[in-house]
């Protein structure tokens, strides 16, 4: 009997989630591609204003203003899509991400 117990090969033992049965580590790099999916859209955002805006300059009037007002030269297209990604990256996705990662897994969810 002895020499069975010193002979039995090491088993690592890894921590089940008991809601899940499983182990928490899948969970997590889900969660953190997630994360870095949703942190990376506010760039991406501004980087598709920018490049619209080179590629079509002439939706920009701040290039070539003669004699338009404030509004006609603020509010354009491309620099809206460049606000509302530099908006999104810093006021939603931040705390979007820290509860993302903060977040018990819900049963049932992702296998």
């Known amino acids: 009997m002895e020499a069975e117990l010193r002979e039995a090969p090491l088993v690592l033992v890894v921590p ?17 591609t997630t994360a870095r999916v949703v942190i990376s859209l506010g760039p991406a955002t501004v980087v598709a204003g920018l490049v619209w805006a080179l590629l079509q300059p ?5 290039f070539e203003p003669q004699g338009q007002s404030f509004w006609w030269l603020a509010v354009e297209p491309p620099l809206l899509v460049v ?11 931040r705390g979007l991400v820290r509860d993302l990662l903060d977040a018990e897994p819900r049963h049932g969810s992702d296998p």
Not at 58 to 62: G, S
Not at 83 to 93: E, M, N, R, S, Y
Request: a positive charge.
């Open 58 to 62: 002439y939706r920009v009037t701040l």
């Open 83 to 93: 606000l509302v990604g530099v908006v999104f990256h810093l006021v939603v996705a």
């Open 16 to 32: 089940l989630d008991a809601r899940r049965n499983r182990a928490p580590v899948a969970d997590t790099s889900t969660r953190e």
